[in-house]
């Protein structure tokens, strides 16, 4: 398969448009592609409300009572949803220790014109770096309460995410549905995403709405027509399309179901953009994929706040009015030139979503219509526009959007203020489609003070080395590089396939400690110094009473994070040692790890402004197994790196990663 090209399951349905045909294929379409010929369009739209009958009939839909559940209507305009990992530094601040939720709203009004909805993500891809199981990755999370409720008074509403492949990690007494719905009650969390899965099970599902009535399903897939009738949203995820925009299956079915375009390694989101814009449907916005950055170009930053500001306006045209997809009204030039649009009208107001396939802007008549009665308003440039005999005058952007809003006579007062006030406010389209380059920078190495008093020691010497690493690709990467960058759907084996990266580096003379530090001496340093860390969740979480267990005293000194090693070696006149000095120290004489087998932190942690990593060495006692998505284990060779995401709060602290010093 080329990677750059989608799958077969990822192309878009075709529908027959012979008089008998059998339109029961389209059952499971992502995409309803359309007609190459115009000409076939009239009978194209014919055969869509033909599919749609049918599909009632063959799923025995019940109306979509599922949607008038009080307490869920928000999914059906939660045009903008942001998926986050918890510790993205837009939404937590690791100097101070605290989640800043007002940060994280500013940016997303400020870059993308605001989201409804998050996705606080939690877990991959460091679980399984211990025996924590995704429940805990919640649970033991300071705050959090409080991030959610303080989102909730923002405006946001809040998703948590769930791992069905989390299989091999601690177990509960009680059962994954149990586990989520516990947390959907306590943490109030208001949606379920569903990692990796089109839909919930019905047992999971069930659990979860008496835990919450309201709570809402989203799912990562193709979700199939059947299970419409109970998840409110879904990914419109891996979807390629027809030049001339097709129909989102699932949202045709249930104009109420609310559906997000993503490709998440793009750096080009148009196509998602104007397939959402002309379906009525939303986007999922992912700036830093599990820490490789794929923030979204200026243009498609100012394209999405040109949608969403229109979508909230008019939601109830989208979703209630008469829809009229690649509306007849384009004129052929336009058209040609790669202009197609929608047409939704309710009680007398016409919203036209207009987009341009090429990429240079269109400007003349889009739109040929017949009723010049009403108001017009561009309502996502703030330019102001005429209809006349000829018909609607306007630039539509190169690979951007436009919106068109007809007030009618008997439209009332507030839908007209709407459309003027949006049809005033300025959301300029910007030509900037560059990527946004933030590559992850590695922080400036320590120079110790004092006197060195840590013990035997190898000793690196000074000078040029070629290493060759080994890491595990996932999703991750090992550096800043995005692993898949404009690729569909990687899929095992190679999503988790191993690479080598050679890398030319310069060392200084350095003395690596011959072992780690255990609990013993960490004692010592704790006593001699009354060391507290900015967070104390999980400090020392091993000791009993404030001290090492008995007969654990020569152990590793575990759960200690980043910050709290640190300390230790700057007490002891050292630092730790990078990943390139431990790697080459640990192919030298008289280099040991001691037992149980632990990760050894290093001084080698990457920022790239939304997110930390810091690579570790060794490997450790502990394998989760049961699924590739787990963080490594076991223990490894020296050549082999683990990047590790960095998380807060103290959840980096685990019973696995452990440290040595250098000089």
């Given amino acids: 398969m080329n990677p750059l090209e989608p799958r077969p399951i990822d192309l878009p349905a075709t529908a027959d448009l012979g008089l008998r045909s059998d339109l029961a294929s389209l059952d499971d379409a992502k995409i309803i592609g359309a007609p190459d010929d115009p000409a076939d369009l009239p009978r194209w739209r014919g055969k869509l409300a033909e599919w749609l009958m049918g599909a009632y009939g063959r799923t025995g839909y019940d109306g979509g009572s599922h949607y008038e559940e009080p307490g869920r209507e928000w999914t059906q305009t939660a045009y903008s949803v942001a998926l986050v990992w918890l510790w993205d530094d837009q939404l937590y601040d690791v100097g101070t220790g605290r ?23 939690h877990a991959y891809p460091v679980i399984g770096i211990d025996a924590r199981n995704q429940f805990d990755f919640y649970r033991d999370v300071p705050g959090l309460a409080e991030l959610v409720a303080d989102l909730h008074r923002l405006g946001l509403k ?4 769930y791992n069905p492949w989390d299989v091999g990690t601690r177990r509960a007494a009680r059962s994954d549905a149990e586990e989520f719905a516990a947390l959907v009650a306590d943490f109030g969390a208001d949606g379920a995403f569903l990692d990796t899965l089109k839909e919930g099970d019905p047992a999971f599902t069930r659990a979860l709405r008496k835990a919450n009535p309201a709570i809402a399903f989203e799912g990562e897939s193709r979700l199939p027509l059947a299970r419409i009738s109970d998840h409110a949203l879904s990914w419109a995820q891996w979807f390629a399309d027809t030049h001339a925009p097709g129909v989102l299956r699932a949202h045709l079915f249930e104009r109420r179901h609310m559906m997000h375009h993503t490709r998440r390694w793009n750096r080009d989101h148009s196509d998602e953009l104007q397939s959402a814009w002309v379906n009525g449907v939303g986007m999922l916005v992912w700036e830093s994929v599990f820490s490789a950055w794929v923030g979204w170009n200026a243009r498609d930053r100012a394209t999405l706040r040109r949608m969403v500001a229109a979508q909230r306006a008019f939601s109830d045209v989208l979703i ?9 009204e384009i004129p052929d030039k336009a058209r040609e030139h790669g202009v197609y649009g929608s047409r939704f009208e309710l009680a007398d107001i016409t919203f036209w979503t207009l987009i341009n396939r090429d990429d240079e802007d269109f400007e003349g ?13 561009d309502v996502t440039s703030g330019v102001p526009i005429t209809a006349d005999d000829e018909g609607v005058h306007l630039i539509v952007p190169g690979r951007g959007v436009s919106g068109i809003v007809r007030v009618g006579a008997t439209a009332g007062t507030s839908c007209r203020a709407t459309a003027r006030r949006l049809g005033t406010m300025a959301r300029p389209h910007l030509r900037d489609s560059a990527f946004p380059m933030a590559p992850a920078q590695r922080i400036a190495v320590p120079t110790p003070t004092g006197e060195a008093s840590f013990g035997p020691v190898v000793s690196v010497e000074a000078g040029g080395r070629t290493l060759v690493v080994r890491h595990r690709r996932r ?25 080598t990266v050679t890398r030319e580096v310069e060392l200084a003379d350095v003395s690596v400690a011959i072992r780690e530090v255990t609990n013993a001496e960490y004692a010592e340093f704790v006593a001699a110094t009354g060391y507290e860390p900015l967070v104390a969740n999980r400090f020392l979480a091993h000791w009993v009473d404030g001290a090492p267990a008995p007969g654990t005293e020569d152990r590793p000194v575990t759960y200690v994070d ?15 040692p990078t990943e390139d000095e431990w790697q080459v120290a640990a192919e030298l004489a008289g280099f040991t790890r001691a037992e149980p087998l632990v990760w050894n932190w290093t001084e080698s942690e990457h920022r790239d402004g939304r997110s930390r990593f810091c690579i570790l060495k060794g490997g450790s006692w502990y394998r989760a197994e049961g699924s590739d998505w787990y963080a490594d284990g076991g223990p490894q060779e020296p050549d082999v790196s683990f990047k590790l995401v960095l998380t807060g709060g103290g959840l980096d602290r685990s019973e696995t990663i452990g440290f040595r010093c250098a000089r």
Avoid at 475 to 494: H, N, S
Avoid at 562 to 576: F, K, M, P, Q
């Fill in 99 to 121: 989640f800043t939720p007002e940060k994280f709203v500013r940016h997303g009004v400020e870059d993308f014109g605001g989201y409804d909805a998050i996705v606080l993500w």
């Fill in 475 to 499: 999703e991750t990467g090992l550096y800043d590089q995005a692993p898949y960058v404009e690729e569909w759907k990687p899929l095992p084996p190679r999503l988790h396939d191993e690479q």
């Fill in 562 to 576: 980043l910050a709290d090693a640190r300390a230790y070696a700057a007490w002891r006149g050292g630092r730790l």
């Fill in 365 to 377: 008549i889009v739109l040929r219509s017949e009723d010049q009665v009403g108001d017009w308003y």
């Fill in 320 to 328: 209630k009015g008469d829809w009229i997809p690649l509306t007849p």
């Fill in 158 to 161: 809040v998703f948590f995410d």
